[in-house]
Nanobody
Framework: QVQLVESGGGLVQAGGSLRLSCAASGRTGSSKAMGWFRQAPGKEREFVAA????????YYADSVKGRFTISRDGTKNTVYLQMNSLEPEDTAVYYC????????????????WGQGTQVTVAS
């Protein structure tokens, strides 16, 4: 069993930055691929970024390429999402996930999900 806890959300002005964190706990948390999804009001949950267990493989949604960076610290079992040049369209609840396969993490079929953290970008 893996538990995921997100943090770092908040209110920021357009053009600003935030860094989200997702701490994984549990016996196998460090061996999981992890990813970020987001869901805006009235919209479906969408993929943002994913990273393999060792950080060697990374994927981004086209909408965040060049602005967001996913990374992980294996010693802390934590994955980060550095978000720069934020836009009002980035406003959403951001969810962290974890799975043995990065393909599942990326496709939203991950076994484990966090509760989400709200990101609001004011124009």
């Amino acid at each position: 069993q893996v538990q995921l806890v997100e943090s770092g959300g908040g209110l920021v002005q357009a053009g600003g930055s935030l860094r989200l964190s997702c701490a994984a706990s549990g016996r196998t948390g460090s061996s999981k691929a992890m990813g970020w999804f987001r869901q805006a009001p009235g919209k479906e949950r969408e993929f943002v970024a994913a990273i393999s267990w060792n950080g060697a493989i990374i994927y981004y949604a086209d909408s965040v390429k060049g602005r967001f960076t996913i990374s992980r610290d294996g010693t802390k079992n934590t994955v980060y999402l550095q978000m720069n040049s934020l836009e009002p369209e980035d406003t959403a609840v951001y969810y962290c996930n974890a799975d043995s396969l990065i393909s599942n993490s990326r496709a939203g079929r991950a076994d484990y999900w966090g509760q989400g953290t709200q990101v609001t970008v004011a124009s």
